[in-house]
Structure formats: C-alpha cells, structure tokens
C-alpha cells in the first residue's frame, strides 16, 4: 500500500484509538495498512502524546505501548485498589465546590454524604486557580512544559517584567502555593508564583528546545527545599536545637519539616539537636522564626547574625 500522510495519519491513529484504546508501534495491521516502519509509526505516537494529555506511554515487557487514558478508567483503578472512596470525592469537593455539581443527586454525591463528617480539608492544591485567567495560564504553561516550548512571560510584583524564550520546566506546588520553575533565555533558574504571572505568550513559531540541557535543573528540583532555594550553591549546614516543650516534633521518627532536615542527638534536657541545609538564609529563617522562642540557631555564627538582625528590626517595627 502506498504509504500515508503523517497528517492523515495521525488523524487515523486517533480513530483507532477510540475503538481499541492502545496501539503498539509493532501493530502488523496498522504498518501496513500506513505504509511505514516502527521508527515512523512511533514517531506518529510521540507525536499525538505531546499534544493530548489523555494518551500515555506504558511499558509492557520491553515494549512501549500509547494508551488512551478516560477519567472513567482512573476511577475504576482506584475504586479496585481501595477500600475507602469518600474521602477522595470530599477532597474532591472542599478544592472545587462544582465539580459535581451536575452529580448532586447522584451515587457520587450520596457517597461522599455518608461521611462529610469525617473529613475537613483546610488547604487547597487548586486555590489559585479559581479564576480564568489564572485557570487559562496553568493550562498553557502545562501545555509548554509537556511540549518543551518556550514561551515568554509577563510577571508583576513590585513591577512588571518580561522574560522572553523562558524554557518552563515544571510547575510546583509547595508551601501552599503553586510555582513555575524555569529557564531565562540567559540560562538563569527561576522560580515564579503563578499568582503574579500575569499572562503566557507563545512565539510565532513554535520551536521545541532541547531537553539535554534542562537536565540538571530538573535533577535540582528533585531535592528544592522550597522558592528561596538558589541553584548552583553549595549549601551550608546550620545546626539547630529545639527546645524540650517543642523537641518531640524533631525526633528521628517524625516527619521533617525540611527535605534536608537530619536528625542528631536527644540531649540530657530533652532537647533535640539536628541540622538543615540552606543555599541563603531566607531559605530557613522564615522556618525559624515559626518556631520562636524554642528553636535556637546554635551555628554557623552568620546565621545567628541574621536572625537576630531581623529580631531587632520586628521589634522596632512594634514599637514604632
């Protein structure tokens, strides 16, 4: 058969996808019926991959395998591996308040009544995104980090700058807030708070950047502490002491507040010693200060400095 159009092609893929939801770039049938080898036909799912979240790639032994993915399918998996529902459609609910608007007098919603009180979710993962400008926003630059396309960017805090031919690399979600990290056309890593990104802005032509060289920074925000982390610091090590009336929070076997935290010694008083990393002083002091009186800075020196410097100035700042 004569071989097909990368166009038509892909537009068959899809087609088939509907009706037998996973292809293999090692189909008989699809090859010959496109004309084409495995290299091709997977370059054709790669393809339809970048631009359609619900299609994915799965691995079957040694192979690959493009899925189409249904939100229907997501439930049934999860509904299969667990013994509890509820509390997913309540969480579900407490971040967006519609989203089964049109199910209210549905199974969902009768499932999720039965133990309303049970649950209260106090922090929302999608609470930035309540409008639509916000909402349109995350949506582009999801579509710019799958695609690796650079887009330029519009933010404003105390003013407004531009950067042109950012290279996005992922939208994080920390402290409560969600965050783009990436890429200045100077190579400079930045992170910036979607709530002061005032518009995404795609270039005439739509080139891709290469993924090599984002490498390192993704590799970075595996291990980011939080937005004041700077890249390409040798972290330094600040040894801290909690106090007893607060020292259970920092015992080995409780969760860290911070990726680096490293427990030490429980001292004769009750005090707990550990340590944390931090690339500058804002990464940990906003930290510190949480837990004042009873979180003392035993070293370096140049830390201690800086906190007590900001003491003082929050001290004139009452007293003014």
């Not at 990464?283 to 035993?298: G, R």
Request: charge should be neutral; glycine fraction near 2%.
């Amino acid at each position: 058969m004569a071989k097909i159009k990368k166009i038509n092609a892909i537009y068959k893929l899809m087609e088939i996808f509907l009706s037998q939801k996973d292809i293999t770039p090692y189909d008989e049938y699809i090859l010959d019926e496109f004309g084409c080898d495995q290299k091709t036909l997977e370059r054709y799912l790669q393809e339809i991959e970048s631009s359609y979240s619900h299609i994915i790639t799965i691995k079957k032994g040694h192979k690959k395998v493009w899925k189409l993915v249904s939100v229907s399918d997501i439930f049934e998996e999860f509904i299969k591996n667990s013994d509890d529902i509820s509390g997913l459609f309540l969480m579900a609910q407490e971040f967006d308040p519609y989203i089964f608007k049109e199910l209210e007098r549905g199974t969902l919603s009768r499932v999720a009544k039965n133990d309303e009180n049970v649950f209260l979710f106090k922090n929302s993962i999608m609470e930035e995104m309540q409008n639509p400008q916000s909402q349109e926003i995350f949506k582009e630059l999801k579509i710019a980090i799958k695609n690796h396309e650079y887009r330029d960017l519009i933010y404003v805090y105390d003013q407004e700058i531009v950067y042109a031919d950012i290279k996005p690399l992922k939208l994080v979600f920390m402290d409560n807030n969600w965050y783009l990290a990436f890429l200045t056309d100077q190579k400079e890593f930045k992170f910036s708070r979607l709530n002061f990104i005032r518009k995404v802005k795609k270039r005439a032509s739509q080139t891709r950047f290469q993924t090599k060289d984002t490498k390192p920074y993704l590799d970075f925000l595996k291990g980011v502490q939080n937005a004041m982390t700077l890249y390409g610091v040798k972290p330094k090590v600040a040894t801290l002491k909690a106090l007893p009336n607060i020292a259970k929070y920092f015992h080995r076997d409780m969760k860290k507040f911070l990726p680096s935290q490293n427990f030490k010694e429980l001292l004769d008083d009750g005090s707990v010693l550990f340590t944390v990393e931090y690339t500058q002083e804002l990464e940990v002091l906003p930290f510190i200060q949480k837990w004042m009186p009873d979180l003392i800075i035993v070293e370096p020196l140049e830390l201690k400095e800086a906190y007590i410097k900001k003491l003082n100035l929050s001290i004139q700042n009452i007293l003014n």
